[in-house]
Every structure is written in structure tokens, then in C-alpha cells.
């Protein structure tokens, strides 16, 4: 979702940096939607870099993808320079010792907050877009204010939003969210567009006839 949505609005972006790639899933999806695109992703855990490699080479993507491994909270994990049409990221949602954290080491670190929170991709993003260039993220929904606290902490603007149904007729429990710099708009220019609900699936349990465009428009079968 997280690189559909930020491929959807950003479709020239000629550079793509993804934060705490994991094994390479974002990056992927958003090198296949942005076939000319450079591709910099950067993981924490090893074994995620391992696979994120070894994915790229079996796509042919290893040419355009620079899989690093750092926690990219780190100034050497990122040239001072190096900016991004577009910068993906996907957090973890949980502070740590908040829930059951579970065994493996991969998924701990996808759900809780092991190396920094929304706060940091917000700051490493800002740093490193690109003049006109979007942040795209997701999280839960129930947490937005944490979303808003970050982006505002680092002048980010949030510029649209779209809340995330898994079962039609439930509460969202997710938003995809769109930033840019404030210093980048005008200043009139405060609120962000609230897109209708992303339906996953109907109430009958069927895939949702727009998520299945989604699914196709990322390359999966509907």
C-alpha cells in the first residue's frame, strides 16, 4: 500500500529512497511502478539486507536498487547530499514492551519500535527529499496524532490522506499519509485532503473491486 500510494503521486520521481526496507517488498513494488527510477533502500537487520539482495537480483533489479544495510538514523548510512523525488517508509506501530513482541527477530522489529519511530522517518525524510518531494507512510489510524506531531516537528505539511477499511462497514485501522515541506507550498495551503476509505474487502468477505484495481495496478492478480 505504502508504495502504491506513493507511486500513485509521485509517478515521474526519477529517485526513490525507502527507510527500514526490510526485505525489499516496498522497493520492489515501487521500482516495477517506476521503471526508470534509482532505488536506495536501507535495513537495519542483516538477514533482511540478505534477502532484499538476493529478491533484487532475481528481479533484475540490481542495477537501479542500492540495498544498504545501517539503521538509517545514522549520518553515514545517507549522504548529506543525497536527495529523493520520493521517500517511502513503513514503521513499526508499537512502542516497545506495549504487546506481545512474539520470537522472530524480523517481524519484533517490523511491529515495535526497536530503532526509532514515526518521528525519525519523519525527520530522515525531511532531510532528504528532494525541492517538491513526497513522503509517503503508513500507520495506524487510532495513532494519527503521532503522524501529525512528527511531520509538524520537521516542517513537514501532510497534504492528503486516506484511511484504510479492511471489512467494509468497520472503523479504518490504517491511513496511508502524503507529505511534503511546508517551505514548499503556499502558505494557504494548511489542511490535507481526506480521500474516501480504501475498502480491502466487502462485507461478504470478497476482495474489494478497488483493491483489486490496487492489486493490479502493482502487478498482482486481483
Not at 538477514?47 to 538476493?54: H, M, Q
Not at 522517518?121 to 528532494?130: E, G, P, T
Not at 468497520?170 to 481526506?194: E, I, N
Request: proline share 7%; hydrophobic share 45%; glycine share 10%.
Amino acid at each position: 500500500m505504502t508504495a502504491w500510494y506513493g507511486t500513485t503521486w509521485v509517478p515521474t520521481a526519477a529517485t526513490v529512497l525507502d527507510l527500514g526496507s526490510g526485505i525489499g517488498s516496498v522497493a520492489t513494488i515501487a521500482a516495477w511502478r517506476l521503471p526508470g527510477a534509482r532505488v536506495v533502500t536501507i535495513e537495519a537487520q542483516p538477514e533482511s539486507v540478505r534477502l532484499a539482495r538476493k529478491s533484487a537480483a532475481y528481479n533484475g533489479l540490481t542495477d537501479r536498487c542500492d540495498v544498504r544495510e545501517g539503521d538509517f538514523r545514522d549520518a553515514g548510512s545517507l549522504g548529506g547530499d543525497e536527495r529523493f523525488g520520493l521517500v517511502l517508509g513503513s514503521p513499526p506501530y508499537f512502542p516497545a514492551g506495549t504487546g506481545i513482541e512474539g520470537d522472530h527477530a524480523q517481524r519484533v522489529a517490523c511491529r515495535f519500535e526497536l530503532r526509532g519511530d514515526i518521528r525519525d522517518y519523519a525527520r530522515v525524510a525531511a532531510r532528504h527529499l528532494a525541492a517538491g518531494g513526497l513522503f509517503a507512510c503508513i500507520f495506524p489510524e487510532e495513532q494519527r496524532g503521532r503522524v501529525e506531531d512528527a511531520a509538524a516537528e520537521v516542517g513537514l505539511l501532510i497534504v492528503r490522506r486516506r484511511p484504510i477499511v479492511f471489512r467494509e462497514g468497520q472503523p479504518p485501522l490504517v491511513t496511508l499519509f502524503a507529505m511534503t515541506r511546508a517551505s514548499d507550498l503556499p502558505a494557504d495551503m494548511l489542511a490535507p485532503w481526506v480521500e474516501p476509505a480504501l475498502v480491502i474487502r466487502t462485507a461478504a468477505g470478497a476482495v474489494h473491486p478497488e483493491y483489486a484495481a490496487v492489486k493490479l495496478a502493482v502487478g498482482f492478480p486481483p
